[in-house]
């Protein structure tokens, strides 16, 4: 339903492998349109965030101190695109590996002429380990990550106990996790696992009717798969935690 072909998605190519922890996406080069191309090769010098495995200056990064919002996952950029361009006062770093997607964004970038949207083309957990400082972050978007469906590759789903703290970890108190997912048992594991980090407070009482899901937050568009998925009665499920 997502309107991302997410490259936190796939078939693992370093399932256990050299960077310490399980990948849950494929690095795919993909196809790349003529525009895609084009403004790859035009923003990412001028955008890009190269991995380097030390502690990045986000305020230096973007020249001003601001907010900072983590993406995880941009896709083909649009919900990451409109998300920066309603709100120009907070600043945001996508972090994504499919090539054609990253692209896709770029050419939002240039076209909405956005100047606090970032680009790391790298391994999200890599990025969050080595690059993010502790307490740096407002907030951490997880949309639609690849749900992993079959209860082999489980394991495989990006949002564990483990990640999950180093986020936690990375939050400024009162800075936020939210994530949504269109796959219902993904989304009670990311609840049940999102609850049993003790640095985090869930922003929906669990009393509530929503069971511990929060209602979709004005600033997440919906997409047009997500519209059509809604349309045809399948359910979506948003997650909002809370730095304590």
Not at 50 to 64: H, M, T
Not at 161 to 187: N, Q
Not at 188 to 196: E, I, K, P, R, T
Request: aromatic share 8%.
């Amino acid at each position: 339903m997502s309107d991302k072909p997410s490259p936190q998605t796939g078939v693992a190519d370093d399932p256990a492998g050299r960077h310490g922890h399980i990948r849950s996406f494929v690095r795919r080069a993909g196809r790349l349109s003529p525009a895609q191309e084009k403004y790859y090769a035009e923003m990412m010098p001028k955008i890009g965030i190269p991995y380097a495995p030390q502690p990045l200056d986000l305020a230096a990064v973007f020249g001003r101190n601001a907010p900072k919002i983590l993406e995880i996952g941009t896709g083909m950029g649009e919900t990451t695109a409109h998300i920066a361009a309603a709100h120009g006062d907070i600043d945001y770093l996508g972090v994504e590996v499919h090539v054609p997607g990253i692209g896709a964004l770029c050419k939002q970038i240039a076209e909405r002429q956005l100047s606090n949207l970032r680009i790391c083309a790298h391994d999200a957990v890599a990025v969050v380990r080595d690059m993010l400082p502790e307490n740096s972050l407002a907030g951490v978007h997880v949309f639609f990550p690849d749900p992993w469906h079959k209860a082999r590759h489980n394991k495989r789903r990006l949002i564990q106990a483990p990640f999950v703290s180093l986020l936690a970890s990375r939050l400024k108190p009162g800075g936020y996790i939210h994530c949504a997912t269109d796959w219902e048992d993904y989304a009670q594991q990311m609840l049940a696992v999102l609850s049993d980090e003790s640095a985090l407070l869930n922003s929906v009482a669990a009393t509530d009717s929503a069971n511990g899901f929060a209602p979709r937050p004005a600033y997440r568009p919906l997409t047009k798969f997500e519209n059509r998925g809604l349309r045809l009665g399948h359910g979506v499920w948003d997650l909002v935690f809370i730095r304590r």
